[in-house]
C-alpha cells in the first residue's frame, strides 16, 4: 500500500488496492499521472492557440464573434461526447471487459454506430439552421457581426462530428488504461488553428479573415485528432462490428445513462453557454475576456480535477454497489490529490494572476488594461476552483453507485443558480471601466443593459459586467459541490474528514500566495514573462517546500519522482 493510503484513518487503512481488467492491481495516482501528462501537453497548445489568437485578434468586435461561433459546436461536443460519453459508456464497458471482451467489442460497434447515425443528423441540422442559432447564442449581436457569426458556424459545425468521435475513442483507450494517448490528441486539434492562424496573419489577411482561417483550422483539426486515435482503438475493439441495434440490454444500459449524464457532466459546458449569453448583453469585449479568463480557469479542472476523476471512473464502476469501505478510499485520496495541486494553482491566480495573463496574453492587440479584466475575471473563477475540481470526483461516485439522476439534478441546480447570480451581479459592474491602473465608474448603478452607445464603443475601455459572471460561477460550485458530498453521505455513509495532508496544503498555498505579492514588488518593472519565472518559480519551490516539509503525501511522491528523474550526484542508492 502505497504511503498516501496509510493516511486514511478508520476502517478503510485495510482496505487492499482494488484490481483491474486481468487481475492487475491498478494504481489510481499512475492513472492521474498520465491523463495529467497527455492533458498538460493539450492545455499547454490550447494555451499557445490563445496567445496567439489574442496577438491577432485581441479582446473586441471579431474575437467576440469568433469565441461565440465556438460556443454551439463547444456545449454540443461536451454534451454528446467528452465526458458525458465516457461516464456513461465507460461504467458498462469497463465491467463487460472484466467478464467478456467479446461482448464488450460488441458493445463498442453499436454505440459507434448510434453516434453516426446522431452525428450525421446534429451536423445537418446545424448547417441549415445556423442563421437562427446564431441569433439564439448572441441576442446582442446584430449586423455584420451576426453575419460573421452564422457563417463561422457553418464552418465548424461538421467538426463536432468529429470531436464526438474523439470522445467516444478516448471512452475505449481509457477503459483499456491507455490514458496518454486520449487526453494528449488534442494537440492536433490546437497545432493546426495555430498554423492556419500564423499563416493568414503571414498573408495579411484582415480580422474577418483571420477569423475565417481559424475556423478552417477547427474542422481540419478536429479530422487529424481521431485519426491518430483509430489504429489504437482498432487494435484495441479487434472483432467489433458497427451495428445501429440499440436492443441489447448493455447498449440500453449506456443510453438510460446518457441523458442525465449529459445534464451532469455538462454542467460546466452548459454554464459556459449560459455565460455566453449573458455575456452578449454586456460592452464589447466582455465574450472575449470571458473567454480568456476561462481557459486559464479551466486548465487546473481539466488538469487535475479531470486527470484523478478520469483516472478513477473505470476504477470506481468496477467497484459498483458491492465496493463502499474501497469507494470511500478511493475518494478520500483523489481529493487530497486535488486539493494539493489546486490550492496552490488558485493561490496564483488570485494572487499573482494579472503576471500569468500579460506573460501569456499581453502584446499585439492585447493591452495592459485588457490583462487586468483578465485577472479580475481569472481571480474571482479561482475562488470556485477547489469545488469545482472536487466536484467531478464527487460525480464519478455517484455515477459508479448507479444515481446519474441525482447528479443530473444537482447539476441543474448550479447553472440556475450561476446564471440567476451572475445576471444580478453583471450589469450592476458593467457600469465600471477600467483607465489606465484605475476602476471609474460611468454610470449610476442598475440592473439592465447599459444602452447601445455605451456598449459598442470601439476601442473603448474594458468594462467589469463579465466579473460578475465569474462570481456567480464560483458561489455556485461550492453550493454544487456540498450537494453531491450529502448525496453521497446518504448512500455510504459519512466520508472522512479533510485530512491532515490537505489541511497542510491549503495552509501553504494561502502563505506562497501573499508572500509572492512582496516578491513581485521586489521585480516591479521587469517584462511580464521575465516577471513570472522569477516570482513563480521561487513561489512553487517554496510551497512544494512547506510541503514537503510537513510529509504532505502528494509533495512527498513528487519530490521523491523529481529526485529519480534529476539525481544528485554522489548520491547511491541503498
Known sequence: MSDISREVNGPLDNVEAPTGHGGEPHDGRRGSFLVAGGILLSRVAGLVREMTIAGFLGVGGTADVFKAAMRIPNLLQNLLGEGVLSASFI?????????????????????LGLLLIVMTAVVSIGMIFAGPLARVITPGF???????????????????????????????????????????????????????????????????????????????????????????VRRLTAGARLSADYRSPDARDVLRRFA???????????????????????????????????????????????????????????LGQAGHAAIKQRLHLGRERIVFYVAFTAAIYIFDGDIIVAALLQRGQFTAADTMLVWFVLATFALGLLGTTQSRLLQNVLYALDQPTTVARISVAR????????????????????????????????????????????????????????????????????????????????????????????????????????????????????????????????YLAITGVAAVPESVALLHRLRRLFPVRGSSKR
Open 415 to 542: 447553472v440556475v443558480l450561476a446564471a440567476g447570480l451572475g445576471a444580478l451581479f453583471m450589469f450592476p459592474l458593467d457600469r465600471f471601466i477600467i483607465v489606465g491602473s484605475q476602476i471609474r465608474q460611468i454610470s449610476p448603478i442598475a440592473f439592465h443593459p447599459l444602452p447601445l452607445y455605451l456598449r459598442n464603443i470601439p476601442d473603448g475601455p474594458p468594462h467589469l459586467g463579465v466579473v460578475g459572471l465569474a462570481l456567480g460561477a464560483a458561489l455556485s460550485s461550492w453550493i454544487e459541490y456540498r450537494l453531491l458530498k450529502g448525496a453521497i453521505e446518504r448512500r455510504i455513509g459519512p466520508l472522512p474528514a479533510i485530512s491532515r495532508g490537505a489541511r497542510w496544503s491549503l495552509a501553504a498555498a494561502l502563505v506562497v500566495g501573499v508572500a509572492s505579492m512582496g516578491l513581485r514588488m521586489a521585480f516591479d518593472g521587469l517584462p511580464p514573462l521575465v516577471t513570472a519565472v522569477v516570482v513563480g518559480v521561487p513561489t512553487g519551490l517554496a
Open 91 to 111: 461504467p458498462v464497458y469497463s465491467r463487460l471487459l472484466e467478464k467478456d471482451e467479446r461482448e464488450a467489442n460488441q458493445l463498442a460497434g453499436t454505440i
Open 260 to 318: 442525465p449524464v449529459a445534464l451532469g457532466r455538462g454542467v460546466i459546458q452548459i454554464l459556459i453557454y449560459v455565460e455566453l449569453v449573458l455575456a452578449s448583453l454586456l460592452a464589447a469585449g466582455g465574450i472575449s475576456a470571458l473567454t480568456y479568463g476561462q481557459v486559464l480557469y479551466l486548465l487546473p479542472i481539466s488538469l487535475f480535477g479531470m486527470a484523478v476523476a478520469a483516472a478513477e471512473l473505470p476504477e470506481l464502476a468496477r
Open 142 to 232: 446584430s449586423g455584420q457581426n451576426l453575419e460573421l457569426a452564422t457563417t463561422l458556424l457553418r464552418i465548424v459545425f461538421p467538426a463536432i462530428a468529429f470531436l464526438v468521435l474523439s470522445a467516444f475513442c478516448t471512452g475505449i483507450l481509457n477503459s483499456h488504461r491507455r490514458f496518454f494517448l486520449s487526453y494528449a490528441s488534442p494537440v492536433m486539434w490546437n497545432a493546426t488553428q495555430i498554423a492556419f492562424l500564423v499563416t493568414a496573419g503571414i498573408m495579411g489577411m484582415t480580422t474577418v479573415g483571420l477569423a475565417h482561417a481559424l475556423a478552417w483550422g477547427v474542422l481540419v483539426g478536429s479530422v487529424l485528432e481521431v485519426t491518430i486515435q483509430v489504429p489504437t
